[in-house]
């Protein structure tokens, strides 16, 4: 997919200017992205005990596995 254009965890377009101030715990990695970052849409997150689901009514489903995975060299 293309580049994201919203932040994952503020919902604020990345093309306007400067990057948003996350929580501490978004930054450490601890909280689940609560905005698509292809359309800024306000995702549906579920979390369970092995990590979360976030669906967006136009992307689809995006999964702490896959996260993990695109973060790994």
Excluded at 25 to 38: V, W
Excluded at 46 to 63: L, V
């Amino acid at each position: 997919m293309d580049q994201p254009r919203f932040d994952p965890f503020t919902g604020a377009s990345l093309l306007d200017g400067p990057a948003p101030q996350w929580s501490p715990s978004a930054r450490a990695g601890l909280e689940a992205p609560r905005f698509c970052g292809h359309c800024g849409r306000r995702m549906v997150v579920r979390i369970n005990p092995m990590g979360w689901t976030a669906t967006c009514s136009r992307h689809g489903e995006q999964s702490s596995a896959e996260a993990e995975r695109s973060r790994q060299p």
